[in-house]
């Protein structure tokens, strides 16, 4: 059974949220602002966490930020009421999994958690693997990007997509068939999610001249090693 935090402000609706993946198997814990949910993840180990974006004392993105601080490798999923690139590309910055805009049906969100936690799975099983990226050691198992001495610690979907360029390297790859296996849906708000993570990578790699994440304008990218 996942164990899932859900940091939801509206007591109502956390509830009906709470018991809809009850009755679906997953274990849930309820947190009604930020900072309790801080407080409890400090206290007990998830698989997932579902962070609503505007909460008080503490909202999603902050806490989404000390997530990434402390739980570097535990997938989050932002709700958020407003349909805004800006918030939107704020999250996948901070390490968002995914998204998803309120009002919602509760089986998109159920979908959306099993995609994460899917994509998880596939990444534990091909965690043994240390991968020299040039100057580079990557580590799916502990999503370590190593360059001499300096190690980066890359969230899950980082690790995946770093893991499929690698996979594919020289291949010209359009971002519809990433989308549609990753996000599973093709549309603005997945493309600017996906160049959000690509200009990620890039930053990540740039120590080594002889990796380059290519954009072929209109076609795709390619990954140079």
Avoid at 125 to 134: A, H, S, Y
Wanted: charged share 35%; glycine share 4%.
């Amino acid at each position: 059974m996942y164990k899932i935090l859900l940091a939801e402000d509206d007591r109502d609706f956390g509830y009906i949220l709470k018991k809809y993946l009850e009755i679906n198997n997953y274990e849930v814990i309820h947190a009604l602002n930020g900072e309790e949910a801080l407080d409890i993840l400090q206290k007990n180990n998830f698989d997932i966490c579902i962070l609503d974006v505007m909460m008080p004392k503490m909202d999603g993105f902050e806490l989404g930020k000390k997530i990434q601080k402390k739980h570097a490798q535990l997938p989050f999923i932002y709700l958020t009421a407003k349909l805004m690139k800006e918030d939107v590309i704020k999250g996948l910055e901070i390490g968002a999994d995914d998204y998803i805009t309120k009002p919602f049906e509760v089986d998109e969100l159920l979908l959306r958690v099993k995609n994460v936690l899917r994509r998880f799975s596939k990444i534990e099983e091909e965690k043994n693997q240390e991968i020299e990226l040039g100057k580079y050691l990557f580590i799916p198992k502990s999503f370590e990007l190593i360059f001499n001495d300096d190690k980066k610690i890359l969230t899950e979907r980082e690790s995946e997509l770093l893991l499929y360029l690698f996979d594919n390297k020289g291949r010209v790859i359009s971002k519809e068939e990433i989308l549609e296996k990753y996000w599973e849906e093709v549309d603005f708000f997945s493309k600017r999610s996906l160049d959000v993570f690509i200009s990620k990578l890039r930053k990540y790699l740039s120590k080594d001249e002889n990796l380059k994440i290519e954009s072929l304008r209109g076609i795709g990218i390619r990954f140079i090693v």
